[in-house]
């Protein structure tokens, strides 16, 4: 029952609703339109979209246009015109604006008979990309897990990790602005060219066997367009085989900067944890991105190192101390005239120079060293000291190798210039049962080569043996005066350190910078004695206790020695 009454009540309604006036008789008609916008505009050369302001009736609009692309400025054709409903204008799609003043107007007129003009300005486009770049730096980022609290998140200069991109950093960018599409976006010319050095850098390190250009060459070299899309901010550049490479655009308004970025395949499931090599990793693996930053300015480097040097017979690699500016280079012993050694290969830091180049001659005959200047492109200027050392036959250096310890002994004078006097060689441990542990000690002098003064030098190690100690020059027989002999029989240093050799004269420089002046005394092609003279202190015999072990020990040994064989 209910719903038949609901039925008879919209009848009712209805019938009524037809006998009376019309109630959207108000909305025919154009009295309701009372709207003068113009919602957007595009004009012959127009760049960008076009900014509209309306304050009641101050309307004014603002074009940026490419000069250049306008035929005739004082009738600049109307390419496209968006109105609000039911409002006209005679300056429609096809009809044309004279700029000549750099403004003109376009009159509105609402649906209802309502006319707004609207001051329109013609302002000419400086596109944020148009014009000459250079590389400020060219960047990765890389996620090293950093969802998880213990990962982390780097950005790190590539150049840093591929020495072969350097050359890039002196490429040049242009960007030429030709005109708009029909959204006003930007494009143009691309060019991307090899600065003085006259070659493009490679994502690429040979000496590691890595080539990552496939992954990091986003922006292309040599000729092209380009198109900035200002609704996604991307900058599409177009290559001379037609490939598209869309970069993000970031602009840097405080540097005038502008940065073009590229996503790169993120690849955190084949890291390498048993390598853990980091740096090939990051690029390989754990990069998300790589971009360029551009800057305006040219920027001149300011690296001044040496990279490498090679000379002629020169054997293995040379050893660069960057921090202090030194290189070391070994040559053959074969006569060299040490006065002119001549050049074979050089490389210096990207954009510096050298005053010396390949096939000039360094003169070493001055302490075996020489000097090289290298300048950086911004004009620094660093001092390179060239060491030079000759490669010697370890065989003809008595002293190289491993060597066992067979016996620490010492020479006692018990007042031989008397009638009733003697002498004794004695094994010091029998008088100090500590230095024993020492005897399972190998002693290594491993040969580098021949320093500025012409003598053999190299590193020197006393390692301890299966015991793990070294020995110990101190006395457990409680009825001694004095039990630390340390500072009398330390004459061998342990540990590590270095040595040269000089006619029979060994002086080793332990770790912590002391020198330890020993006598070489060749017994036979495999056994060897490192002595050293002890200071004698016959005049402190005590005649009361008559204590010899103590007394040669203390005060009557005038010798030490290590007897060493070889391994």
Not at 336 to 351: H, P
Request: net charge negative; hydrophobic share 35%.
């Amino acid at each position: 029952m209910k719903k038949i009454l609901n039925i008879y009540l919209i009848v009712a309604t209805l019938l009524a609703v037809g006998c009376t006036d019309d109630p959207f008789e108000d909305l025919e008609g154009t009295g309701w339109q009372k709207e003068r916008n113009i919602n957007s505009i595009l004009v012959e050369g127009q760049i960008g979209t076009a900014v509209i302001e309306r304050d009641f009736d101050d309307a004014q609009i603002t074009i940026y246009a490419k000069y250049g692309n306008i035929a005739d400025i004082s009738k600049v054709k109307i390419k496209n015109l968006d109105l609000s409903y039911g409002s006209t204008t005679l300056n429609g799609v096809g009809t044309t604006l004279d700029f000549t003043s750099g403004t003109s107007s376009i009159s509105v007129v609402s649906g209802s008979g309502e006319t707004l003009t609207w001051k329109v300005s013609l302002l000419p486009f400086s596109s944020d990309l148009e014009g000459t770049w250079y590389i400020r730096e060219i960047g990765l980022y890389a996620d090293m897990w950093s969802w998880e609290s213990w990962g982390w998140e780097k950005y790190e200069l590539i150049t840093n990790y591929l020495p072969e991109l350097s050359p890039e950093l002196d490429d040049v960018f242009t960007f030429t602005v030709e005109g708009a599409d029909e959204n006003g976006n930007p494009f143009g010319d691309y060019e991307h060219i090899s600065g003085n050095d006259g070659g493009y850098g490679s994502f690429s390190d040979a000496a590691q066997g890595w080539d990552f250009n496939d992954r990091f060459r986003n922006i292309p070299t040599g000729t092209g367009t380009w198109l900035r899309d200002f609704e996604r901010n991307v900058v599409i550049i177009t290559d001379a085989d037609k490939v598209e490479h869309e970069l993000s655009l970031e602009l840097f308004a405080e540097s005038g900067e502008v940065s073009l970025k590229s996503d790169v395949d993120y690849y955190s499931e084949l890291f390498d944890w048993d390598v853990q090599a980091w740096t090939y990793e990051e690029l390989a693996h754990m990069s998300k991105s790589m971009w360029y930053k551009l800057t305006r300015n040219k920027v001149l480097q300011t690296g001044n190192d040496i990279a490498s040097l090679t000379v002629i017979d020169q054997v293995g690699d040379a050893v660069i101390d960057a921090d202090n500016k030194e290189v070391t280079v070994v040559i053959e012993d074969n006569g060299a005239d040490l006065t002119a050694i001549e050049i074979t290969g050089l490389n210096v830091s990207y954009g510096a120079n050298a005053n010396r180049a390949v096939g000039d001659r360094l003169d070493f005959s001055n302490g075996y060293t020489s000097l090289i200047t290298v300048s950086s492109e911004a004009g620094e200027s660093s001092t390179w000291t060239i060491n030079l050392q000759i490669d010697i036959d370890v065989s003809d250096v008595s002293i190289a190798g491993t060597w066992t310890i067979g016996e620490i002994g010492i020479y006692s004078d018990l007042f031989t210039w008397e009638s009733w006097g003697w002498e004794k060689n004695e094994l010091l441990d029998n008088y100090l049962p500590n230095a024993a542990a020492e005897l399972d000690n190998t002693i290594t002098f491993s040969v580098e080569g021949v320093n500025s003064d012409g003598l053999p030098y190299g590193t020197y190690e006393n390692n301890s043996g299966a015991d793990g100690v070294n020995g110990n020059f101190v006395s457990d027989d409680a009825s001694w005066p004095e039990s630390d002999f340390n500072s009398r029989y330390r004459k061998v240093p342990t540990g590590s350190g270095t040595w040269v050799l000089n006619g029979e004269t060994v002086t080793i420089t332990d770790a912590g910078g002391t020198d330890f002046v020993l006598t070489l005394e060749i017994q036979t092609e495999t056994d060897i004695a490192l002595t050293s003279e002890l200071e004698y202190l016959a005049d402190l015999f005590d005649w009361d206790t008559q204590n010899y072990s103590y007394e040669e020990t203390a005060h009557m040994s005038k010798k030490m020695w290590y007897s060493l064989t070889k391994q």
